[in-house]
């Protein structure tokens, strides 16, 4: 006999508005599992679990938790419950103490006031549990985010957790981060906690899960032990395609067949901004993707906003098109050609309240609108246009972005550059958070628009992205270019080596 | 069986529409309502001298609203709009007054409300200089003005009531076109115009972007500084403009109660009128009905002898189910 499961859920319906996002959704946890939980963008990973923690209601099915029939009113209740959540961006209080921060909610008390004394005691046995010494008593924000992630796993299983929910956990951590983290849930699986591992990173499951369930269209598709599957069988899965055809098409939706041509459209020399970028130099010739790569915190983001004109730099050049580009606002770069697709949608790219209308043709206004009146029927041709171009899926495009799925946000992005005819275009993480599918589909689309003549520099931490896509990859430490990998030698072992590489460096 | 299920299924379906109905249009169903009640519950209500006491009252709310669901959809607030008022609507009066102007009766009129509607620009330029430059908090950055441009407008008058008669600057407040209030009128069409400007100009386009998420509009080539700066000046010249038709219904410019509470009738008009304090919508229409529910229900306290004091926390009550909707409507 089984076990009695930590966590059941039974025939769960949940619908929007008319439209089912989750149809006779099952899902069985064992008691101290790791268990996967993956699926594209709408597939329903997300309200599943916002039904399981309380923050949506289910329309039918139930829940039990070890034997018992629940139904949690909030987070907050399910938290007390024995499930915890920790959400994709770290919702603790930035500016309050790291013991504030995990013993919010469940003070000491004394006499009706908060015992600090016994507070920060509880805070620092909590910590210790995952290996961490730290001060308790600074701030939650002098210390990085891979630490911040660390307490609010530490937060959410002092709350005698039965069932913790990670969703998308690793997204702002570095590979070394990740190692950490990964220890930490084997040793909650070794204390009986179970785990629910939301990701879009398939290596990480096979890293750390032991078993996993797919998700397809608000159906459950598949749960299998982890030892029996292959990652491309879980792929064709998610998608619902044959996994032959897949293994045939590449990891990615890049081909390996493109060119660049003479002209250098950008050229960078000892770009520094005084800080985190140091001595940054790269080109990039017409028609062809450079990646750019490094460690979190190698000034990735931080060098190609100095292209862009949203910050200025301290030293070095900056030439677009032979002709020195210090642009002082990211309206001027525009003008001149770049476009930049943020890495953070929703804090940097999208207006969540806009329409998918209004948000594709938001840079391209200036030259769209005559004496500043938007010419309707040419908006809507245009944004018609694109929609069908990339295939972006939605109701209309008079349909709020922020109901888009991330995937469909993104095409929704890049169309708003495309929209302006750039030059250059700067991706920042252009599939970070994407599911499968549309992932694909916007690697297939970046190729084409360089094959057509358009630059990319595209920053991506996916190794596979950089080395199927990528002409050439100029890779950073600590703001400073330290090589560049022509298509010919770039491997996966040649591009850890040098993103990695610091070490052994400074070493030799 | 089956059958059962249908029936649940559209009585379900049939609840959520009047639910949808109720949200989306909830503004203008309260406007109805308080119509209906007090056609049953206060005398005289429907005669015309009510309806024209009435829509002379709200032009002024509904006027500074105007620009005040501008503001708030730039994701800001301005607390300086009745002070502006007084200051507009006492140096409107000192420029006709002044010896030119006696001299020289229509440029002085002329002069008098262009003057009068450039102190509220330059108010609301500087409300949004403070706020670009210093990058100081709106609620803060306005809260100089609410205090100094008052203060002016003290000086200005001497603190006293400055009594006038000039019935070609008093048709601000008590000229009829079509038998209807021009300030009325006045308002409606300034309302069609921003609203236009809202739906359909690149600028209000950039507004609600601003208000939406001012690093995303950045980063798509908007000038963040340059649309807040034009905003909080459009929500300047209204609040001007609102202040010299007050003193045109007086007679008379008293710096000390014109605009007073202004702030928070116009807040609350766009509140009601669904803007929501995050930025980002700009319902210019709605404020428009959120002023006649303000104004309304003022006029169903008074009219009913409910005490002054009373009317404040009826307004308070109103201000929340606003809120409660919006919360709702979040969802």
């Not at chain 1, 990964?182 to 699986?189: G, P």
């Not at chain 2, 300047?236 to 000390?256: Q, R």
Request: charged share 15%; with cysteine.
């Amino acid at each position: 006999m089984e076990a009695t499961p930590v966590l059941r859920m039974t025939s769960i319906d949940k619908s929007f508005g008319g439209i089912p996002a989750l149809s006779n959704a099952s899902l069985t946890i064992r008691p101290g599992e790791v268990h996967a939980l993956i699926g594209q963008n709408g597939a329903g990973k997300s309200t599943m679990i916002k039904i399981l923690n309380g923050a949506y209601k289910k329309d039918a099915g139930d829940i039990e938790l070890d034997g018992n029939p629940v139904q949690f009113g909030s987070p907050h209740e399910a938290q007390l419950g024995g499930v915890s959540t920790i959400f994709q961006e770290v919702n603790l209080v930035h500016y309050r103490s790291v013991t504030e921060n995990i013993v919010l909610g469940q003070e000491p008390k004394k006499f009706g006031l908060i015992d600090w004394p016994a507070a920060h005691r509880r805070a620092q046995e909590v910590l210790m549990r995952f290996g961490l010494d730290i001060d308790v008593h600074k701030p939650l924000h002098s210390y990085n985010i891979a630490i911040q992630q660390l307490i609010a796993i530490a937060r959410a299983v002092s709350f005698d957790a039965r069932l913790v929910i990670m969703d998308e956990p690793t997204s702002s951590l570095d590979e070394q981060e990740k190692q950490v983290l990964f220890k930490v849930i084997r040793d909650l699986s070794a204390e009986n906690v179970a785990v629910l591992y939301v990701s879009h990173h398939l290596d990480e499951l096979f890293a750390v899960c032991d078993r996993v369930t797919v998700m397809r269209n608000g159906q459950m598709i598949a749960t299998h032990d982890i030892a029996d599957v292959s990652k491309i069988g879980l792929v064709s899965e998610m998608i619902g395609r044959d996994a032959n055809q897949i293994a045939k098409a590449g990891a990615t939706g890049f081909g390996h067949n493109h060119a660049g041509g003479d002209k250098v459209v950008l050229e960078l020399q000892s770009l520094s901004n005084g800080t985190s970028v140091q001595d940054a130099s790269l080109i990039v010739h017409q028609g062809e993707i450079v990646g750019l790569a490094g460690l979190l915190g190698s000034g990735r983001t931080e060098t190609v906003s100095m292209i862009f004109g949203a910050d200025q730099p301290a030293g070095g050049t900056i030439r677009f098109k032979g002709k020195p580009g210090a642009f002082r606002q990211p309206a001027q770069a525009i003008n001149a050609g770049i476009g930049y697709c943020t890495e953070d949608r929703k804090a940097e790219g999208i207006i969540p309240g806009l329409s998918i209308r209004e948000n594709l043709t938001l840079a391209l206004l200036p030259r769209l609108a005559s004496r500043g009146i938007i010419p309707r029927a040419t908006e809507r041709e245009l944004v018609d246009d694109f929609i069908a171009k990339l295939g972006i899926k939605t109701a209309g495009m008079e349909q709020p972005i922020r109901e888009l799925s991330g995937g469909n946000q993104q095409k929704v992005l890049l169309a708003r550059w495309l929209a302006t005819e750039p030059e250059l275009l700067i991706l920042d993480e252009p599939t970070r958070g994407i599911d499968v599918g549309a992932k694909r589909e916007i690697q297939a689309l970046i190729e084409g628009l360089s094959q057509s003549g358009l630059s990319v520099l595209m920053i991506s931490s996916e190794f596979e992205e950089l080395i199927e896509g990528a002409n050439r990859v100029v890779v950073l430490q600590e703001g400073k270019t330290v090589t560049t990998l022509e298509k010919d030698n770039l491997t996966e072992d040649s591009l850890l080596a040098a993103v990695a590489g610091h070490v052994d460096v400074a070493a030799e | 069986m089956s059958e059962s299920i249908n029936t649940t299924t559209t009585a379900k379906e049939s609840g959520k529409s009047l639910q949808d109905l109720i949200r989306s249009n909830g503004t203008f169903l309260a406007l109805i309502a308080l119509i209906v009640i007090n056609m049953l519950i206060t005398p005289n209500f429907l005669q015309l001298q009510t309806l024209y006491v009435n829509l002379t009252q709200v032009a002024t709310i509904a006027i500074v609203a105007l620009g005040m669901t501008m503001v708030i959809a730039s994701g800001g607030i301005d607390l300086s709009v009745g002070a502006v008022m007084a200051l507009s609507g006492a140096l409107a009066p000192y420029i006709f007054l002044s010896d030119f102007g006696v001299a020289n009766p229509t440029m002085g009129l002329v002069l008098a409300i262009l003057i009068g509607l450039l102190a509220g620009l330059v108010c609301g330029m500087f409300n949004g200089f403070l706020i670009n430059q210093f990058a100081i908090q709106p609620i803060v950055a306005t809260l100089v003005l609410f205090i100094a441009a008052r203060g002016l407008a003290q000086v200005l008058t001497n603190g006293n009531l400055q009594v006038f008669d000039n019935p070609a600057f008093e048709f601000l407040g008590t000229g009829r076109i079509l038998g209807l209030p021009f300030q009325a009128l006045a308002a409606v069409v300034l309302a069609l115009a921003l609203s236009w400007v809202v739906r359909r100009t690149s600028y209000g386009r950039y507004l609600l972007a601003v208000g939406g998420n001012p690093k995303a509009a950045n980063l798509s080539g908007i000038s963040v500084n340059r649309v807040r700066l034009l905003t909080y000046a459009i929500c300047g010249v209204l609040a001007g403009f609102a202040g010299m038709v007050v003193s045109a219904i007086n007679s008379a410019s008293d710096a000390n109660q014109t605009g007073q509470l202004m702030e928070l009738d116009a807040i609350a008009a766009a509140v009601v009128g669904g803007a929501s304090l995050m930025g980002g919508k700009a319902p210019i229409i709605g404020a428009l009905i959120g002023a006649c529910i303000i104004q309304l229900v003022k006029y169903t306290l008074l009219a009913n002898g409910v005490h002054d004091a009373v009317a404040l926390i009826a307004k308070a009550v109103i201000i929340i189910l606003a809120v409660y909707v919006q919360l709702n409507r979040a969802e």
